[in-house]
């Protein structure tokens, strides 16, 4: 597996792309709002630059890299209007979207030119003049140095930092059979190599964002995590979908249409960590402070059941098309993220017989499952030390 290659969103607007089937995702941005806007004022207030520098790492395409530029832009005209900060000339936004070279950035950059009309017409409703505002590319592994020494104020990342540099270093194929991930059969082994591999690279992660954010910079970065330390279960529906696709692959296995070795050697390069271990790791570099940390849950759930009627949720019909709707929406987002990788690890054929049967394994999850289907978000609002 060839991460730079093969690790990518499925492009475009199409059924199955990601810009069509983030939504989990688009709520992590929604609920993480007031801590960018926190991040935004410190720096605002702190170093009244200019112009602000704000990269978004890990920003695919579709309209969540959009949601995110849009709603900097909006807190930053009304930062620009507010009486304390009358200024002759309003301050100006350098955007930097960073992911890895096969993200679609055409899909991104054909569709700024709609977007900038919408932002000019939204702040003018509310009547605010957008800041000056610019929008340009950084594709690279955010595993590497992307950005001049002390050049940027905010750091953004949203769903993205889950995803490893790597499979674990020293996991080879005779060490998690049957499993993609930390499956219930995984040998602890096998957790801690994952876990090895997240801390040297979340590590190296915030060495080089040190490096890079200027003096007083924030960072925001929200992770789909863990809400325990417990490896196989804590994360949730993100742990039960992972091990429901696992079970998929070895139904195709069963089937003859899976080779046994190709499931054996495959493994995602992806960890889900815990508040405890992202904490630790923070404070072992000790570059950063940690002004906030908060873990919240995010549901699936295409149906917002609390508008149902009262008494409609108990009928046994509903309640399957709910859970129909639910399966198939969770199949069609983990699709959306997971299908290039599979696709170049098993091939083409087999995607959508696999992502059929992973749904129809999710429903069926669903149908007998207690709680309600939900995964947990970390999220780290970090400033860089003062003394480097
Ligand atoms: C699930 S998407 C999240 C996209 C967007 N931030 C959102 O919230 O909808 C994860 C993104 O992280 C990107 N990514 C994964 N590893 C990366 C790396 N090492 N460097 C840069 N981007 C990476 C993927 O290519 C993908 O576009």
Known sequence: MKIEHDLHMI?????????RNSSTQRKAILATKHMVEKAMKGVFME????????????????????????????????????????????????FFLNDLPSNDFNHIFKSLGQFEQSIVQDCARIGLKP???YVAGVPGSFYTRLFPCNSVHIFHSSFSLMWLSQIPEHLD????????????????????????????????????RCIELVSGGQMVLTFLGRKSNDVVHGGGMMNISIELLSQAVQTLVAEGRVEKEKLDSFNLPFYGPSVD?????????????????????????????????????????????VHEATGHNIAAGLRAVMEPLFASHFGES???????????????????????????????????????
């Open 350 to 388: 087999i995607i959508d017989d696999l992502f059929t049967l992973f749904a129809c394994n999710v429903i069926r999850h669903l149908a007998s499952a207690e709680e309600m289907s939900s995964v947990t978000a970390i999220s780290l609002s970090l400033q860089a030390k003062v003394a480097r």
């Open 173 to 208: 194929s005779t060490m998690n059979k049957g499993n993609i991930y930390i499956g219930v059969t995984t040998p602890p082994l096998v957790a801690k190599l994952y876990l090895d591999q997240f801390e040297k690279d979340f590590s190296r992660f915030l060495q080089f």
């Open 47 to 94: 170093l009244k630059p200019q112009s602000m520098v704000v990269a978004d790492l890990g920003c695919s395409s579709g309209t969540n890299t959009l949601l995110f530029i849009s709603e900097m832009i909006a807190m930053i005209s009304e930062e620009n209007t507010s009486d304390n900060n009358i200024r002759k000339c309003p301050m100006e936004v350098q």
């Open 131 to 133: 800041p000056p505002h």
């Open 11 to 19: 492009k475009g607007d199409g059924d199955t792309s990601y810009a």
């Open 277 to 321: 271990e992202l904490k630790q790791l923070v404070q072992q570099s000790e570059l950063l402070d940690i002004i906030d940390i908060q873990a919240f849950e995010l549901t699936f759930d295409p149906i917002d059941k609390s508008e149902l009627k009262e008494g409609i949720t108990t009928a046994p019909a509903i309640q399957d098309n």
